[in-house]
């Protein structure tokens, strides 16, 4: 795992992506899968930092769907990749690993990579909002960012990543994995 530098230049963007899985894709156990995606993001980054792996359990999602291995991941990206074009890399990095999207939200998934934030862009359309709505009401993506990047804030926000945690109502039982 590389750390990011606190170097920024007009080169490159931070971005932060979450990543869950709950089901197994050929014989990767969702934590590999994980993994995996890990790996592939590092491949497409010119520096990244890594959370550690947490166990979620599923919100909003059907009855009887598994737990959930999430992690988050900090990115310094090329500049010229644009957060849509970043989002179709993440859709077949996911498709790499066997995601298939339905028509019922919130379903058992192989892969799921979402962008947070996007430097301090904020955007709004139809495929893709920046940074992510959720995001600062979602245990699993707070607790692995406030490990890596505590002071962090979003665009929009004046809290800290360590902040918006401490706020959040303990609803979510998210356990860091050993």
């Not at 058992?108 to 862009?121: F, V, W």
């Amino acid at each position: 795992m590389s750390t990011l530098s606190n170097i920024t230049d007009s080169h490159s963007v931070t971005v932060t992506v979450s990543l869950g899985s709950n089901l197994p894709y050929l014989n990767c156990s969702p934590r590999e899968v994980v993994l995996g995606a890990m790996e592939s993001l590092r491949l497409i980054s010119i520096e990244s930092q890594a959370s550690s792996l947490y166990r979620s359990e599923p919100i909003g999602c059907p009855s009887g769907t598994g737990d959930f291995i999430n992690a988050v991941m900090v990115l310094r990206l090329a500049s010229m990749t644009s957060a849509r074009e970043l989002l179709v890399i993440l859709q077949s990095i996911e498709a790499d690993f066997g995601r298939q999207r339905g028509t019922v939200q919130n379903q058992a998934r192989t892969l799921d990579l979402d962008i947070i934030s996007y430097e301090n862009q904020e955007l709004e359309s139809r495929d893709l909002i920046l940074p992510h709505p959720r995001a600062i009401e979602r245990r699993f993506v707070l607790m692995p960012l406030a490990e890596i990047c505590p002071g962090m804030v979003f665009p929009g926000q004046s809290a800290s990543i360590a902040q918006l945690l401490a706020a959040l109502p303990c609803i979510e039982n998210v356990q860091l994995l050993a």
